[in-house]
């Protein structure tokens, strides 16, 4: 039989007992400490996932958004060319024919009213194959909007391009006599 240990704690079995405590203790903080990590491991995971998805999400867009600026530029510039095209024009049918049939025939501000072109053209009707994606409306109508110039005197031009999706562009000038 075992000696009951001292009164100061100093026994034989004091001691082992005191180890085996201790032991016991340092695997419940190691096994404590292991599953803390693992959750701290998870949620950094999940807070990284997080970030990037949003930084992706963002590069994205971009991404989508970056060649808007150069189509609205070139529906600027299709709309620009209708709009010189036309206002090169006399405002008075020079030959009295009204609604010429090909393009290349128009010789009057009038005679552009009611055009419609899928896909950018030039000024003889031929198609611009690069710019085939944008439509082109034109409308004139006479216009009492300049002071001091009577209507029967002034036309307004109204060039429309638009290019699927999100770009539609209209660009207005006036024609006088």
Do not use: C, W
Request: charged residues 15%; without cysteine; hydrophobic residues 50%.
């Amino acid at each position: 039989m075992a000696a009951p240990p001292a009164a100061d704690g100093s026994g034989p079995d004091a001691s082992s007992e005191a180890v085996a405590f201790g032991a016991g203790r340092r695997r419940l903080a190691a096994r404590h400490q292991r599953g803390a990590t693992l959750i701290e491991l998870v949620i950094s995971i999940v807070v990284v996932a997080v970030a990037v998805s949003a930084i992706l999400g963002l590069l994205a867009r971009n991404a989508a958004t970056s060649a808007d600026a150069m189509v609205l530029a070139q529906a600027v510039s299709v709309a620009e060319a209708y709009i010189e095209e036309i206002t090169l024009k006399p405002l008075v049918d020079p030959d009295g024919v009204n609604g010429e049939g090909a393009r290349s025939a128009y010789d009057d501000v009038n005679d552009y009213n009611g055009l419609v072109d899928v896909g950018a053209r030039d000024q003889f009707g031929s198609a611009i194959p690069a710019l085939a994606g944008y439509t082109v409306a034109v409308g004139v109508s006479a216009s009492s909007a300049l002071p001091g110039v009577p209507g029967s005197a002034a036309a307004r031009v109204d060039v429309r391009v638009t290019f699927s999706p999100g770009v539609d562009f209209t660009i207005s000038s006036y024609k006088t006599l």
